[in-house]
């Protein structure tokens, strides 16, 4: 229940945010810039309450606000990602939190004919959207799976690389999730964590560092501004 109501506030915010920002659009072109600049404090309000209350609530993007995951990537677009993370053919790769699964369809089908794209989602109607949009591709290589980050459902070693695109903000206990996906990655597997400050769950890259160093991982790269990067991490040991 209180996950519900935590996902209900960062919804309300977020349209909340959106809404003041719009205002403030329409009295700029009314050339009235008093209620302009009165509708962008509010959205600035909104926007500073959505990630007070992120990062006291951690919960998943709610299944109706989908749509949001349908907007333009920019700096975390499929094609970056995908230049980044160089998937192979013979591949097992995880990817944390598709939604539905606008990064996934590239890289599954990058995978082909024989690597296989793993996807976990804590929301099952997310991944029933992500297995709709595979199947129009004619995709056959994404095993989707509901579960937890924080205890992933697979075994020790079992995938050549993983990633994560603003999911990483959304879990309770990050560092449980890095510690995990530690454990199902191959030493030496590349992992991918790719963030946006326009998201209220942002993890900045120095946080980012110091979570991967405490769970055995080293940053080796990062693409992108630091409001809007995608960093490449290895794993460089195998969790007791």
């Known amino acids: ?15 909340a945010e959106i809404g003041a920002w719009l205002v403030a659009l329409g009295f ?6 008093r209620w302009a600049a009165a509708s962008a404090l509010l959205a600035l309000g ?4 959505g990630r007070l209350w992120s990062r006291r609530s951690p919960v998943p993007m709610p299944y109706f606000m989908r749509w949001v995951l349908l907007v333009p ?3 975390q677009s499929p094609a970056r990602l995908q230049r980044l993370l160089q998937p192979r053919s013979g591949e097992r790769i995880l990817e944390i939190g598709p939604g539905v699964g606008v990064h996934a369809v ?8 024989d ?27 994404i095993v989707p799976r509901q579960g937890d980050a924080q205890r992933l459902p697979y075994s020790d070693a079992a995938f050549d690389a993983a990633y994560l695109v603003s999911v990483l ?31 209220p769950d942002f993890v900045s890259l120095p946080d980012l560092r110091v979570l991967a160093r405490g769970e055995g991982f080293v940053l080796e790269r990062h693409s992108g501004p630091r409001f809007a990067y995608t960093a490449v991490l290895r794993s ?3 969790a007791a």
């Not at 590239?106 to 004919?113: D, G, M, S």
């Open 1 to 15: 229940m209180a996950r519900k109501v935590s996902a209900f506030w960062k919804a309300w915010l977020f349209h």
């Open 28 to 33: 700029m072109i009314a050339a009235e810039p």
């Open 46 to 49: 909104a926007d500073v309450a």
């Open 73 to 75: 990537r920019g700096p």
């Open 106 to 113: 590239r890289i599954a089908a990058a995978l082909q004919p």
């Open 115 to 141: 690597g296989v794209l793993e996807v976990l989602d804590a929301q099952q109607e997310m991944l029933l959207d992500l297995m709709r949009r595979a199947a129009r591709c004619g995709l056959g290589n």
């Open 169 to 199: 903000g959304e879990i309770p206990d990050a560092k449980s999730a890095l510690r995990e996906l530690r454990r199902v990655l191959k030493p030496g597997a590349r992992l991918l964590v790719s963030e946006v400050f326009l998201d």
């Open 236 to 238: 460089t040991t195998v």
